[in-house]
């Protein structure tokens, strides 16, 4: 485009030498000595002014690699459908692999369930390398205008799913209108956007992608605070709730601050029923976190958790609860936080360290009553630091460290310890 409008520029002055002696000849039919000698000096400046241009190359070619072009955003794939609903389809292709020191038999991150050290299952499972394509994903957002409003939503699809982590599922199903949202997405209680950068798609300790049926209403309190609560379905599972007959679905609220400088901090809490045929209690927790804009190379995430009696909402976290003899509850209490430090050392380079730790209560009858069960631990912690490198837009390149112990109640120790690796091809 810029070579047509140097292209166009120099037929402009040709036609404004035309145009000059044309004027100078039609005002005067004689033309004195100072007149003329004006004239030759204007044309003289437009033809320095053509010479110049013309040392600028004219061609058009119908193919680049200059790298600017190539980093260019392109555009994403829309169109709309014959209910009239503008629809943009999007996604990526991902292969991950992973080289495994020590840690647990998985692709992907289970530092809670880890091999502990001196036994025969920490024997068999070192030295690995796996790869898979799993989490590849691909989904669509949808609008469409009504006398009402515009009803939108999302639909995103990936292959992650199941307890090997290589099965299709959904993962956002939901419709937007106004104010509402209904269907399956993300937690009101969690925040993956203040999860320091990781490789590893089931994140490390302290991070949660918990999704669940919700129903859930966003309103403002000022231009740069805004609220949320929703209702949740438990989403419960056997080994977070043993013999569990819930009822009720979980409440959940939230609110969120931006500053200026692009920081954000947001406060989270929830309370649940938990009931089985003998007994019932309640779970709560509070979450509080946010990113502080250190620099615009540098970013600094935070979140901070405090839940007692529930153990799906955060992962690699114990059991809710645990049940005595008598088949009564006895709720698990734990804090857990993640710390990490983000830098762009480039539009195409940028790294993340990070720090993830859970410290559970050793010292009431849920640990108790876990002291023999290695299965539950007493603290998890995961530290990483990796860097990505986008050599253009569609395509990122990844390598990540990564360490981390357990502890059980009875003070056994397992180890973490893997190389992993990403390639991405956006679309």
């Given at each position: 485009?810029?070579?047509?409008?140097?292209?166009?520029?120099?037929?402009?002055?040709?036609?404004?030498?035309?145009?000059?002696?044309?004027?100078?000849?039609?005002?005067?039919?004689?033309?004195?000595?100072?007149?003329?000698?004006?004239?030759?000096?204007?044309?003289?400046?437009?033809?320095?002014?053509?010479?110049?241009?013309?040392?600028?190359?004219?061609?058009?070619?119908?193919?680049?690699?200059?790298?600017?072009?190539?980093?260019?955003?392109?555009?994403?794939?829309?169109?709309?459908?014959?209910?009239?609903?503008?629809?943009?389809?999007?996604?990526?292709?991902?292969?991950?692999?992973?080289?495994q020191a020590k840690g647990a038999s998985t692709m992907y991150n289970n530092i809670s369930?880890?091999?502990?050290?001196?036994?025969?299952?920490?024997?068999?499972?070192?030295?690995?390398?796996?790869?898979?394509?799993?989490?590849?994903?691909?989904?669509?957002?949808?609008?469409?205008?009504?006398?009402?409003?515009?009803?939108?939503?999302?639909?995103?699809?990936?292959?992650?799913?199941?307890?090997?982590?290589?099965?299709?599922?959904?993962?956002?199903?939901?419709?937007?209108?106004?104010?509402?949202?209904?269907?399956?997405?993300?937690?009101?209680?969690?925040?993956?956007?203040?999860?320091?950068?990781?490789?590893?798609?089931?994140?490390?300790?302290?991070?949660?992608?918990?999704?669940?049926?919700?129903?859930?209403?966003?309103?403002?309190?000022?231009?740069?605070?805004?609220?949320?609560?929703?209702?949740?379905?438990?989403?419960?599972?056997?080994?977070?709730?043993?013999?569990?007959?819930?009822?009720?679905?979980?409440?959940?609220?939230?609110?969120?601050?931006?500053?200026?400088?692009?920081?954000?901090?947001?406060?989270?809490?929830?309370?649940?029923?938990?009931?089985?045929?003998?007994?019932?209690?309640?779970?709560?927790?509070?979450?509080?976190?946010?990113?502080?804009?250190?620099?615009?190379?540098?970013?600094?995430k935070a979140d901070y958790y405090h839940v007692k009696g529930d153990g799906k909402f955060?992962?690699?976290?114990?059991?809710?609860?645990?049940?005595?003899?008598?088949?009564?509850?006895?709720?698990?209490?734990?804090?857990?936080?993640?710390?990490?430090?983000?830098?762009?050392?480039?539009?195409?380079?940028?790294?993340?360290?990070?720090?993830?730790?859970?410290?559970?209560?050793?010292?009431?009858?849920?640990?108790?009553?876990?002291?023999?069960?290695?299965?539950?631990?007493?603290?998890?912690?995961?530290?990483?630091?990796?860097?990505?490198?986008?050599?253009?837009?569609?395509?990122?390149?990844?390598?990540?460290?990564?360490?981390?112990?357990?502890?059980?109640?009875?003070?056994?120790?397992?180890?973490?310890?893997?190389?992993?690796?990403?390639?991405?091809?956006?679309?």
């Amino acid at each position: 485009m810029k070579r047509l409008q140097t292209h166009f520029r120099r037929q402009q002055l040709m036609l404004a030498i035309t145009a000059t002696l044309c004027t100078q000849v039609s005002f005067s039919a004689e033309i004195t000595d100072a007149e003329l000698n004006d004239l030759r000096q204007q044309i003289a400046e437009l033809r320095n002014q053509v010479a110049a241009l013309q040392a600028q190359p004219v061609a058009i070619t119908s193919q680049t690699t200059d790298t600017k072009t190539l980093s260019m955003p392109q555009p994403k794939l829309s169109f709309k459908t014959k209910a009239g609903a503008d629809l943009n389809f999007y996604g990526f292709v991902r292969a991950d692999a992973s080289y495994q020191a020590k840690g647990a038999s998985t692709m992907y991150n289970n530092i809670s369930a880890v091999p502990l050290e001196g036994t025969a299952e920490e024997d068999k499972q070192q030295d690995r390398f796996q790869a898979t394509a799993t989490a590849t994903r691909f989904g669509m957002d949808f609008k469409t205008p009504t006398a009402i409003g515009d009803v939108g939503g999302k639909i995103e699809m990936d292959f992650f799913g199941g307890s090997t982590r290589d099965q299709f599922r959904i993962r956002h199903a939901y419709l937007t209108y106004a104010n509402w949202l209904v269907g399956q997405t993300w937690s009101n209680f969690i925040a993956p956007e203040y999860l320091p950068e990781s490789l590893d798609a089931a994140t490390y300790v302290g991070g949660s992608l918990q999704r669940v049926p919700i129903v859930k209403y966003t309103d403002n309190i000022t231009d740069k605070t805004n609220f949320a609560v929703s209702v949740e379905d438990p989403k419960y599972n056997t080994r977070s709730d043993p013999d569990n007959e819930m009822r009720l679905p979980a409440l959940v609220g939230r609110i969120n601050h931006k500053f200026d400088n692009g920081s954000v901090i947001s406060g989270r809490s929830f309370v649940a029923e938990k009931k089985t045929t003998e007994d019932e209690n309640v779970s709560w927790g509070l979450g509080l976190g946010g990113k502080y804009q250190i620099t615009p190379e540098t970013m600094l995430k935070a979140d901070y958790y405090h839940v007692k009696g529930d153990g799906k909402f955060l992962f690699w976290a114990n059991s809710g609860y645990v049940l005595d003899e008598d088949n009564q509850m006895h709720s698990n209490e734990f804090d857990v936080f993640t710390v990490g430090l983000s830098h762009s050392f480039s539009p195409k380079l940028r790294s993340t360290i990070g720090y993830g730790y859970m410290k559970a209560d050793d010292n009431n009858e849920f640990a108790e009553l876990s002291y023999d069960d290695t299965s539950q631990n007493k603290s998890l912690w995961q530290g990483w630091v990796n860097a990505i490198y986008k050599p253009y837009t569609p395509i990122e390149l990844g390598v990540e460290y990564v360490y981390g112990e357990r502890e059980t109640f009875d003070g056994q120790n397992g180890i973490d310890n893997r190389i992993n690796m990403m390639a991405v091809y956006h679309f």
